[in-house]
């Protein structure tokens, strides 16, 4: 299991970005898939995630409204579209897996088993 983060830039306040997670030696739509993110001297944050199947989502009051996550299964890859983007929003940010968990407000606590390399996003004017 491997999975590869990319998409990350520099963006103005407002602005808008699309991240992708792409899955390599398994199938990316029968794992939850969680987004993560790690400001500048801060602690590692859930943002969101999508279940199994891509039937339910869960996000963190911080992004609601404003980050949407999906799947594409034919490239076998998981967007993380984020609008509206603030300058806290500035993180690396990664994605990563655990087939033991099913995503909700739980999942960005347990210490999952596969993490992409993460994504640096800075939003700066």
């Known amino acids: 299991v491997q999975l590869q983060a990319s998409g990350g830039g520099l963006v103005q306040p407002g602005g808008s970005l699309r991240l992708s997670c792409v899955g390599s030696?398994?199938?990316?739509?029968?794992?939850?898939i969680g987004w993560f993110r790690q400001a500048p001297g801060k602690g590692r944050e859930g943002v969101l995630c999508?279940?199994?199947?891509?039937?339910?989502?869960y996000y963190a009051d911080s992004v609601k409204g404003r980050f949407t996550i999906s799947i594409d299964n034919a490239n076998n890859t998981v967007y993380l579209q984020m609008n509206s983007l603030k300058p806290e929003d500035t993180a690396v940010y990664y994605c990563?897996?655990?087939?033991?968990?099913?995503?909700?407000?739980?999942?960005?606590?347990?210490?999952?088993?596969?993490w992409g390399k993460g994504t640096l996003v800075t939003v700066s004017s």
């Open positions: 999508i279940s199994r199947g891509g039937g339910s989502t």
């Open positions: 990563a897996t655990d087939e033991r968990y099913s995503c909700g407000r739980y999942y960005f606590h347990y210490e999952l088993d596969y």
């Open positions: 030696g398994f199938t990316l739509d029968y794992y939850p």
